[in-house]
């Protein structure tokens, strides 16, 4: 086993440990909003946790447009404990089950029908939901890991889109456009620090100094969560209304006439975009790896 495996699995149990004593909680992110949360049965079987679930044994069958999870536990037959019918969800998931050993988890798939599953839930039937906070787990740290080697200030980034529950591709993609990464950038008309933030808008955020990097980004990603629920969740509004102010946005019902917006819309648009694509790669890759090294 490697070394940055290792690591990777050491994290996984720690973060399951702190889960089943109280001392932390499962974090969910875009993903969960699109089906994430509907999210599979079993456990997280990486780091030494497999023994709560001896004699267990989880089948994932994916078709073209579902997903489903089966328990099956020695003696005692097979039981559905997630169906997921979102198409991303269920791709997105399938890709997931591979960070786990084939000693817990078996994956199916059929691109031709659903012939093969066999098993309905009951209308109303409440699944199991331990898998969905272990793969809410397993996802979280992935994308740590992702933010913390891939961009400066990743942890801050990270950490702060959590807490206030957005995109943290999206908040790396507007410290990009805003200050390239620069703790201590200033504009001209006297924006401060990564997410470029005038003062009086810091304050109302409830940053006391705008070049610590803590203070900067969490007022900047609670100025765009705001904004977020003030357009109704219209991406392009937000982003222009961060760069030109929400009173113009409402003027022009839209992004503004202005080549300066326009153009910041454009790029933070475009980093968003290759930023989620990088993740989905990594996402991928570190399945790769994992697998490699159970099997």
Do not use: C
């Given at each position: 086993?490697?070394?940055?495996?290792?690591?990777?699995?050491?994290?996984?149990?720690?973060?399951?440990?702190?889960?089943?004593?109280?001392?932390?909680?499962?974090?969910?992110?875009?993903?969960?909003?699109?089906?994430?949360?509907?999210?599979?049965?079993?456990?997280?079987?990486?780091?030494?946790?497999?023994?709560?679930?001896?004699?267990?044994?989880?089948?994932?069958?994916?078709?073209?447009?579902?997903?489903?999870?089966?328990?099956?536990?020695?003696?005692?037959?097979?039981?559905?404990?997630?169906?997921?019918?979102?198409?991303?969800?269920?791709?997105?998931?399938?890709?997931?089950?591979?960070?786990?050993?084939?000693?817990?988890?078996?994956?199916?798939?059929?691109?031709?029908?659903?012939?093969?599953?066999?098993?309905?839930?009951?209308?109303?039937?409440?699944?199991?939901?331990?898998?969905?906070?272990?793969?809410?787990?397993?996802?979280?740290?992935?994308?740590?890991?992702?933010?913390?080697?891939?961009f400066p200030f990743g942890n801050v980034i990270h950490q702060q889109a959590e807490k206030y529950d957005v995109d943290p591709a999206l908040v790396a993609a507007v410290i990009e456009t805003e200050s390239r990464f620069r703790e201590n950038a200033r504009s001209q008309v006297g924006a401060q620090g990564l997410m470029q933030l005038m003062p009086r808008t810091g304050r109302w955020m409830g940053a006391r100094n705008l070049y610590d990097a803590d203070q900067n980004v969490e007022a900047g990603v609670k100025y765009l969560k705001y904004l977020d629920g003030r357009f109704d969740g219209n991406l392009k509004k937000t982003i222009a209304a961060y760069n030109a102010g929400e009173g113009n946005v409402r003027r022009f019902n839209g992004v503004p006439p202005y080549r300066e917006t326009r153009n910041y819309v454009k790029n933070v648009l475009s980093r968003y975009e290759r930023n989620t694509r990088q993740l989905e790669q990594y996402r991928e890759a570190r399945a790769v790896e994992t697998r490699g090294v159970s099997n």
């Open positions: 086993m490697t070394m940055r495996t290792r690591g990777f699995f050491d994290s996984l149990t720690l973060r399951w440990n702190l889960v089943r004593s109280g001392r932390s909680k499962a974090v969910g992110n875009r993903f969960t909003k699109r089906g994430m949360t509907l999210v599979l049965g079993a456990a997280l079987s990486v780091g030494g946790t497999s023994q709560i679930f001896s004699h267990v044994h989880y089948i994932v069958e994916r078709d073209l447009d579902h997903l489903q999870v089966v328990k099956q536990r020695s003696g005692e037959g097979r039981e559905l404990v997630a169906q997921i019918t979102d198409k991303f969800a269920a791709n997105s998931i399938y890709k997931l089950t591979q960070i786990l050993p084939e000693s817990l988890v078996s994956r199916r798939s059929s691109l031709l029908d659903g012939s093969w599953f066999p098993i309905s839930s009951p209308e109303g039937e409440k699944h199991d939901s331990t898998f969905a906070t272990s793969f809410a787990f397993i996802d979280k740290t992935i994308r740590e890991k992702f933010f913390q080697t891939q």
